[in-house]
């Protein structure tokens, strides 16, 4: 008797401390539930990365398009301090890259940095959970601190093309790894979210001007415009994020 009670209350205290989805509270084995894993991997695309139209330009590749719950999951990790939903999404990101036949064997891994005082509202970067975790899985380098924003921009969105390159002008310097950067390997920039791509083009020029060579830009999602269907079998409107 005193056996099959000590049974129920453990198996009662499992339930308790039982892990819950982040997306939904439900519970969870692993970070996700199965339901919320199932309908964030319905956001991957199967489409091939951009290749760029000049030599200067970014490579472009996006693990999923930026909808539905892969949505809800960048605004949990951003905005509701939800961290340990970088490890998966990172996880899923090397899996990408892994499998891209046309990147580079060897890449410097460079996360979009955050302004100072974004960092201290929010306790940390995103862009760089992705980016520790993508690095696990492949074994590239990841120089966390290779770019610095030093000017405090506003949220890209609702600003025109024009607007939001004036936003972003002289917006990143060379960070405290700039002595550590590989010049003989491109650097890999890393980012949550891909909409015009004037943040990753701003990055790159920084780079680009202090004489590294930039690869392209490997990110989360990436949104669509209305007249462009990502290859998940769903629909995509044109989203636009906040930072």
Not at 81 to 95: E, H
Request: aromatic share 6%.
């Amino acid at each position: 008797m005193v056996i099959r009670e000590n049974k129920m209350l453990k198996h009662l205290w499992q339930l308790i401390l039982q892990a819950r989805c982040p997306l939904c509270q439900r519970p969870a084995r692993q970070t996700f539930c199965l339901d919320c894993q199932r309908q964030l991997q319905q956001c991957q695309t199967q489409s091939a990365p951009l290749i760029p139209e000049t030599p200067d330009d970014l490579n472009i590749l996006a693990w999923g398009h930026y909808g539905g719950e892969l949505k809800r999951a960048i605004a949990a990790l951003k905005y509701e301090d939800q961290r340990a939903i970088a490890q998966p999404l990172g996880q899923w990101i090397a899996q990408t890259w892994l499998q891209h036949p046309h990147h580079p064997q060897r890449v410097g891994v460079v996360p979009i940095p955050l302004h100072q005082n974004r960092l201290q509202q929010r306790g940390y970067n995103q862009a760089e959970l992705l980016a520790e975790h993508f690095c696990r899985v492949t074994g590239l380098p990841l120089y966390a601190q290779g770019l610095k924003r030093h000017r405090n921009t506003q949220p890209q969105f609702g600003l025109s093309l024009s607007q939001r390159q004036q936003n972003l002008a002289h917006a990143f310097v060379l960070g405290s790894d700039r002595q550590r950067l590989p010049r003989h390997i491109p650097i890999l920039l890393m980012d949550d979210i891909y909409t015009t791509g004037e943040t990753a083009r701003a990055a790159q020029q920084t780079l680009i001007q202090a004489g590294f060579k930039v690869w392209g830009v490997l990110t989360l999602a990436r949104t669509y415009r209305l007249t462009e269907t990502p290859a998940t079998g769903t629909s995509s409107p044109n989203q636009h994020p906040a930072n």
